[in-house]
Every structure is written in C-alpha cells, then in structure tokens.
Nanobody, 114 residues
Framework: QVHVVESGGGLVQPGGSLRLSCAVS????????LAWYRQAPGKERELAAY???????VYANSVKGRFTISRDNAKNTVFLQMNSLKPEDTAVYYC????????WGQGTQVTVTT
C-alpha cells in the first residue's frame, strides 16, 4: 500500500525559511518524477516544483530562485527548501508523482505572516 507523508511545515515570518520533507512508500521511487504541489485557501492546488529521476528540477515562476527541490532515493524522500518566504506562499503543501496518481497525503501547512 502506498503512503505519502509530508512534514516540516509551520509558522514563519516573511523572509524566513522552512524545509519540507515527504516520505513516499512506493515501488521504484528512484524512477519517479516527484513534485511538490500547494493549495492556498480558496484556490485550486497548483504545482510548485518537480524533480526528475535524473535530478533535473523545474520550478513555477512564483517560487523560482527561492525554493529548491531535492531527493534522497536511498530514503524514498523528497525535500523542498523554501527561502525568502512570502505571505503568498501560505498554503498546504503536498507531494506526489508528477502524474499525481498516488493517494494524497495529509499535507503540511505553511503559514507566512507577521
């Protein structure tokens, strides 16, 4: 059975940083293109970043230059380092394959506020 567990969210001031982690129990993790999605209040879920099996990373324009996605295949984990956070980054963050075909985890709440 596939499990996706996100962690690392929290409350942070603008300009602050957080590092999110996501453990994915799926066969052939190392072959998957993995993604971080986010859903702000009242908005649809959107793609924030993804990383291919070779390590190539792609970012949404809204987070480019501030967020870094990485992966540890030995630990079946994908990370999202978020720097220079802005209030508009406030959302629940989820990870999944880029195809979004795994069961969604509970997400991790990120709140950026003074």
């Amino acid at each position: 059975q596939v499990h996706v567990v996100e962690s690392g969210g929290g409350l942070v001031q603008p300009g602050g940083s957080l590092r999110l982690s996501c453990a994915v129990s799926v066969t052939f993790f190392e072959l998957a293109t993995l993604a971080w999605y986010r859903q702000a209040p009242g908005k649809e879920r959107e793609l924030a970043a993804y990383i291919s099996r070779s390590g190539t990373a792609v970012y949404a324009n809204s987070v480019k230059g501030r967020f870094t996605i990485s992966r540890d295949n030995a630990k079946n984990t994908v990370f999202l380092q978020m720097n220079s956070l802005k209030p508009e980054d406030t959302a629940v963050y989820y990870c999944n394959r880029i195809s979004a075909d795994l069961p969604w985890g509970q997400g991790t709440q990120v709140t950026v506020t003074t």
